[in-house]
């Protein structure tokens, strides 16, 4: 199998780390192949691939979709690193309001599977961050949701201080007052 599974903190969110393959020329890895992600339990159909780029000290999120709409998602760095974060915002979970964060890159290959019910985000830890995410459903405007990146419930450790936030994400509201799964 090409890719290690690890099952996180929050078991929900899987660490995926491809085998890579590479010698003087560069390197091969397979980013995604169906039967061994089945093996492993993410047994999803992903619909959509977004890639945003993004500079560094940049924080986005964090983002979801809400029912009927829900996303989960698989992301990868291609050029550069991130802190990935993903929040569980599903009322009856047992790790309900817990959160992980994993530092993704294009030095350690690794990937994140977040499914649905939770919320996502990421920080921006190098100067050029090129990041790729496979989506399980459409994006839709009437389902968009989130919840500010600096939420003093969650208390996410970032590691920064002053951000670069869109003015979107600056307004999106604390997590007493987001809708959740």
Excluded at 30 to 49: L, P, R
Excluded at 75 to 98: E, H, M, N, W
Excluded at 144 to 160: C, F, Q, V
Aim: proline share 6%; charged share 25%; with cysteine.
């Amino acid at each position: 199998m090409p890719f290690t599974f690890t099952i996180l903190a929050v078991p929900d969110v899987i660490l995926v780390e491809p085998k890579v393959f590479g010698d003087e020329r560069g390197f091969f890895l397979e980013s995604y192949k169906k039967t061994d992600f089945v093996s492993a339990g993410i047994d999803v159909e992903f619909v959509q691939d977004n890639h945003s780029l993004s500079q560094k000290g940049v924080v986005r999120g964090l983002h979801y979709q809400l029912p009927p709409k829900a996303q989960g998602k698989l992301v990868r760095v291609i050029k550069g690193a991130i802190l990935d974060v993903a929040v569980d915002i599903r009322k009856d979970s047992p790790t309900f309001k817990q959160w992980i964060a994993e530092e993704l890159s294009e030095d350690n290959n690794k990937m994140l599977y977040i499914p649905s019910g939770f919320a996502h985000g990421f920080l921006t830890l190098t100067d050029e961050v090129h990041l790729l995410y496979k989506c399980t459903d459409e994006y839709s405007a009437d389902h968009d949701a989130g919840i500010r990146w600096n939420d003093p419930e969650l208390n996410i450790s970032w590691g920064i201080s002053d951000p670069i936030v869109s003015e979107k994400d600056k307004k999106l509201p604390l997590f007493k007052d987001a809708k959740v799964f």
